[in-house]
């Protein structure tokens, strides 16, 4: 009794809602050529023609096509990102470079670190990948050569950390290219609430004092974060993002396998 109320109120449904929307249909049920046109009521009818088995033998065989296809063209990329990139090549850290480098694989970021004068001072360093591709593609064209120079050139990104051990830390979210680091938040942070956000942050630091913005660069610049890092960072990221595209890959090739 109720599996015929139930299939009375299926065919009330589909006569109510599939006939208003045939395109939304045939999208849904007319996949493979191994089915006929979908009918008035939108039921799947199936070839008599074809043997079920044949059906899932087409199946079976457009998928292994699919994948095969997949995995020659990673494999191209791979050769291409390997041409480009020598296996094992190391940036050379200038000697003068004040910070230890943490540089986990699989991340997007690296870290610095260092100790000054009683002070833990941490770096977030990240690539600004979208800018970088969009100076590439304003290099190449001529016309725009006299517009964006400078908001289109390369930059990094940088979260620096000074920790006092105490309980507050303090934290600069920072631009950096190749002629100066540009101070854009400066925020300070509960030790045992970094996150808090009804915390007062205090102004902008662009509404700040002219005199404060100069000091603060100074602070800045005596824990070692100034334009001198740019040039090694910048070769860096970009080498490590080559490193990191060909590890991705090569698991995207193994997991498609």
């Given at each position: 009794?109720?599996s015929s ?8 449904s589909?006569r ?10 045939r999208?849904?049920f007319l996949?493979?050529?191994?089915f006929?046109?979908v ?14 088995s ?9 998928k292994v ?8 063209v990673i ?14 090549q190391?940036i ?26 009683g002070?833990?001072?941490q770096?977030?360093?990240l690539?600004?990948?979208?800018e970088?591709n ?6 190449e064209?001529?016309n ?7 908001s289109m050139e390369?930059?990094?990104s940088?979260?620096v ?8 830390l ?6 950096l290219?190749?002629d100066k ?5 400066m925020v300070?942070?509960k030790r045992?609430?970094p996150d808090d956000q009804?915390a ?6 662009s509404?700040?004092?002219e005199?404060?913005?100069?000091a603060?660069?100074?602070?800045l610049?005596?824990r070692?974060?100034?334009?001198s ?10 080498n490590?993002d ?9 698991s995207m090739k193994?997991f498609?396998a």
């Open positions: 009794m109720a109320i139930f299939a009375s109120l299926l065919r009330r589909l109510r809602y599939l006939p208003s929307a045939p395109s939304i249909t999208r849904r996949f493979t050529s191994s006929s046109p009918s008035s009521r939108g039921a799947m009818l199936q070839d008599p023609k074809l043997p079920s044949l059906l899932c033998y087409r199946f079976a065989s457009s096509s699919g994948d095969e296809s997949l995995k020659r494999d191209s990329e791979i050769q291409c990102a390997q041409e480009a990139h020598i296996s094992g190391d050379d850290r200038p000697e003068d470079f004040p910070f230890e480098i943490v540089d986990n694989p699989g991340d997007q970021a690296i870290f610095l670190k260092r100790d000054f004068a002070e833990n001072i770096v977030v360093v690539m600004n990948l979208d970088q969009d100076v590439e593609e304003n290099d064209d001529d725009d050569k006299d517009g964006n120079e400078n390369p930059s990094l940088l979260v950390t000074i920790d006092k051990g105490e309980d507050h303090l934290e600069f979210c920072c631009s290219n190749l680091v540009e101070i854009e938040t300070l942070k045992d609430d009804s007062y942050q205090g102004p902008e630091f509404d700040l004092d005199n404060l913005q100069k603060m660069h100074k602070y610049e005596e070692g974060i100034n334009s890092l740019f040039d090694f960072l910048h070769e860096y990221m970009l490590k080559e490193r990191e595209y060909l590890v991705w890959l090569k193994e498609i």
